[in-house]
C-alpha cells in the first residue's frame, strides 16, 4: 500500500515542486527581463538609470529560480531531460547566452561614457532574445516534440514552428507588461508617465497574442483541441479565459486611475493564468504525449536525496529573495555616481 501510494503521488509532489520555480522564474524574472525589453524605449537617459536602478538590488537573485528549475528537472524526471534538452538545445543556448551578455551590460553601462549606448543596446538586446527564446520553447512544447524509441528524433530547427513565433511576441508583451507595471510602482513623475502609456501597447500586445495562440494551438494540436472543448471539460474550464479576459479589462481601465501596485500584481496574475492555460493543455506530460510524470520520475533513491535537498534550499531562497524586496522597497531615486538606490518618503534602506 505505501509503495502505491509513493508510486501515484510522489511524482506529483516533485511536478508541483519544478511546476512552482517555473513559474517563480517567468514572474520574477519577468518584471526585470520586461524593464529591457522597454529600456530603448524610454525617451531619456536619467529615466534609463532609473530603470535600472529599481531593478539593481533583485534580477540577479531572479534567475536563481531558472537554475533551480533545470536542475529539479534533470534530478526528478531524467527522461525529459534528455528529451528536451537536445529538442531545444538552440534556443536554450540562445537563451543562456543573451542572459550572460545582458548581465556583462548591467554592469558595464554604469562605467561607460562613449559607448554607453552599445551597452544599453546590448542590454535590451539581451532581454528581447532571452524572452523571445523562452516563446520558441514554449510554443514547441505545445507542438509537441518528435520522439522515437524513447530519444528525441527530431533535427536542430525541429523547435521552429509559427507557435513558437507567437508565443515568443506575446511573452516579449506579457514581459514587457510586467515591466511596466513594476515601473508604474517604483518610479515617479516622467519615468512614471512613460510606464503607464507603454503598459497600454503591451497589453494589447499580450492580449492579441494570448487569443492567437490560443486559437492557433486548438487548431493545430487536437490534443489540446480535445482537453479544452470536450464535455465537461469546455464548462469546467471555462471560468479560465473568463476570469482572464477579466483581468485584462480591469488592467485596461485602471492605468491612470492613480494606483500603483495594482497594474503590476495584475500583470502577474495575468500571467499566472496563462500558465494555468499550459498546464491544463500540457498535462500529464513532461515530453508532450510522449512521458507522463510518472513514467519520467526518477528512482526513489535519487528522489530522497533530492527531496532533503529541497526541504532545506528552497525555504533559505525564497526568505533571502522576500528580504530583498523588502529591504528595497520604496520609490527608486536617481543619485550621482551611480543608477540609483532605492528610497521613499518613509521607506527604503537608512
Known sequence: MIAQLFAEHVPLIFAAVVTFCVTVYVLADGLDLGVGILFLAAPRDQDRDLMMASIEPVWDGNETWLVMGGTLLLAAFPAGYYVLLPAFY??????????????????FRLQATRFRLAWDIAFAGGSFLATFCQGLILGGLINGVPVENGMFAGGPFSFLSLL???????LVG?????????????T??????????IAHAAL????????LVSAWSAWSVPEVAARWFAL?????????????????????????DGAEVRTFLLALVLFALGLVGLVVSLWPYVVPRHVTVWDGISDPQSLRFIGVGIAIILPIVLA??????WVFRGKTVHQTGGYGGEAGSTEGLH
Open 188 to 197: 515617479d513623475g516622467p519615468t512614471q508617465v512613460f510606464a503607464r502609456e
Open 174 to 186: 506579457g514581459y514587457g507588461l510586467i515591466g511596466a507595471g513594476w515601473l508604474i510602482w517604483k
Open 232 to 256: 465537461p471539460n469546455l464548462f469546467l474550464l471555462a471560468p479560465v479565459p473568463l476570469v482572464t479576459l477579466g483581468v485584462i479589462v480591469t488592467i485596461w481601465r485602471g492605468l491612470w
Open 90 to 107: 538552440l534556443p536554450i543556448m540562445f537563451m543562456l547566452f543573451a542572459l550572460i551578455f545582458r548581465g556583462v551590460a548591467f554592469g
Open 320 to 325: 533571502y529573495q522576500a528580504h530583498a524586496y
Open 164 to 170: 513558437g513565433v507567437l508565443c515568443g511576441v506575446g
Open 204 to 211: 494589447i500586445l499580450v492580449a492579441a497574442m494570448m487569443a
